[in-house]
């Protein structure tokens, strides 16, 4: 198969590649990858030079595309024929790129600093640094709320990029910090948990929910 998609299921960044992948019915093969074993790791870096994951392999045109919303923007460009990830018009592509943005650096890499930090040992943990990050999720979620008045979608009435990043961003953060308080943008992310794509992807990842860092009230909200 041209494309393989090397990622965790369990890696939000992954879910956001992979809901692109379904919401366009692209063929792809995934590979997963575990970055706990030292040779996997040394051979993936030949293709993600940072170690992040998900990376794309393209081989029918020798092409290697890492950061996910490059590799979505790949996609669109050179697999023509699906629904696109950004919209044609170049106003409507500038938001959902903005807002793509907005959930990737704004929500989930604060969610990653709260599991970051309880993958610490126990005497090195950061509580000022966990409240600064609640604090961020908290500022970004009121940001929202007022975004998605009257919209269906992040990025307007299209299911775009944006709503690729905030599926998985809002599903993490949301188990540390609920949404109840601001209710657009609990309902945008009942929205997302419902939309096929994105409940495959979540599917998927069932297995591996064990492995994730979870206090006992978020594991209680995750999906059995």
């Known amino acids: 198969m041209a494309l393989e998609l090397h990622l965790h299921p369990l890696s939000s960044y992954c879910w956001k590649v992979l809901i692109a992948l379904y919401e366009r019915g692209t063929p ?7 970055l706990g074993d030292p040779a996997v790791r ?3 870096l030949q ?19 890492f950061e996910t919303s490059i590799i979505i923007e790949y996609l669109d460009r050179h697999y023509p024929g699906a629904p696109r990830m ?27 600093a709260l599991v970051e930090d309880r993958l610490r040992p126990e005497g ?15 500022q970004t979620y009121e940001v929202l709320e007022g975004r998605l008045a009257g919209r269906t979608w992040a ?10 990043a905030a599926a998985p961003a809002l599903f993490y953060a949301a188990l540390a910090e ?18 096929p794509s994105v409940a495959r992807a979540i599917d998927e990842a069932k297995p591996f929910f064990q492995m994730f860092p979870a206090t006992a009230e978020e594991r209680a909200r995750m999906p059995a």
């Open 178 to 195: 609920p949404l109840e308080a601001h209710p657009r943008l609990n309902a945008y992310r009942e929205r997302l948990l419902a939309r």
């Open 155 to 164: 990025a307007g009435e299209q299911f775009s990029l944006a709503d690729c």
């Open 124 to 138: 090195q943990r950061i509580p000022a640094l966990v409240e600064q990050a609640r604090a961020k999720l908290r």
């Open 28 to 34: 792809f093969e995934p590979v997963t990858v575990n």
């Open 42 to 44: 040394a051979a993936y």
């Open 86 to 112: 950004i919209p044609e018009d170049p106003e409507q592509a500038l938001q959902a790129r903005l807002w793509d943005r907005i959930f990737d650096l704004y929500v989930m890499n604060a969610f990653q």
């Open 47 to 65: 293709l993600s030079p940072f170690g992040k994951i998900p990376a794309l392999r393209d081989a029918e045109r020798g092409v290697e595309v």
